[in-house]
Antibody
Framework: QVQLLESGPGLVKPSETLSLTCSVS?????????WGWIRQPPGKGLEWIGY???????YSNPSLRSRVTLSVETSKNQFSLKMTSMTAADTAVYFC????????????WGRGTLVTVSS | SYVLTQPPSVSGAPGQTATITCGGI??????VHWYQQKPGQAPMLVVHDDSARPSGIPERFSGSNSGDTATLTISRVEAEDEADYYCQVWDNYNSHQIFGGGTKLTVL
């Protein structure tokens, strides 16, 4: 069974950089598929952050692109998100997920991790 | 950029049919996926590629896509179906993932 688990700090100070990691079990990242990040501010809808392929090819939301770096580490079966210049507006639950192709559905999700931006 | 429009809320009594729409320009040219999200949980795929159901999803959940509107239909609504529902497409022109704003289904 494919499982994804997000890890990272629950609290980030304004202007700092957020680093999150998604650990994948039950499936090898090196087999392909896209791996992505989606976030959800409290009480609001889903917002796409970006996807990365095991080769390193990445796509990201234009509204966040200048602040987002996606990476994949196949040796650890993990992929990561870095987001710079965090503000209160970035407070959200951050989910990692898997999809087969860019037009495919997100078939496996992590349970999400709440990131709060506050001093 | 491409926009998906969902009604903020729909409601239905147990046993009735609930319909959730997702509007976008030329939607029928895209593959639409639907997710159910209950409070405190991650979204769960309930319909993919317009009308296909993942394993384990009840037949009560069905989807269609025609013209500018995709539709998720939940037949014989049950209390456990109360949740937020999101539609999703890939905007190939802009290489951008799009989610609808979400629809809250209330079971009366």
């Amino acid at each position: 069974q494919v499982q994804l688990l997000e890890s990272g700090p629950g609290l980030v100070k304004p202007s700092e950089t957020l680093s999150l990691t998604c650990s994948v079990s039950g499936f090898s990242i090196s087999r392909g598929y896209y791996w992505g990040w989606i976030r959800q501010p409290p009480g609001k809808g889903l917002e796409w952050i970006g996807y990365i392929y095991q080769s390193g090819t990445a796509y990201s939301n234009p509204s966040l692109r200048s602040r987002v770096t996606l990476s994949v580490e196949t040796s650890k079966n993990q992929f990561s998100l870095k987001m710079t210049s965090m503000t209160a507006a970035d407070t959200a639950v951050y989910f990692c997920a898997r999809l087969g192709e860019l037009s495919s559905p997100l078939d496996y999700w992590g349970r999400g991790t709440l990131v709060t931006v506050s001093s | 950029s491409y926009v998906l429009t969902q009604p903020p809320s729909v409601s239905g009594a147990p046993g009735q049919t609930a319909t959730i729409t997702c509007g976008g320009i030329n939607m029928e040219s895209k593959s639409v996926h639907w997710y159910q999200q209950k409070p405190g949980q991650a979204p769960m795929l309930v319909v993919h590629d317009d009308s296909a159901r993942p394993s384990g999803i009840p037949e009560r959940f069905s989807g269609s896509n025609s013209g500018d509107t995709a539709t998720l239909t939940i037949s014989r609504v049950e209390a456990e179906d109360e949740a937020d529902y999101y539609c999703q497409v890939w905007d190939n022109y802009n290489s951008h993932q799009i989610f609808g704003g979400g629809t809250k289904l209330t079971v009366l």
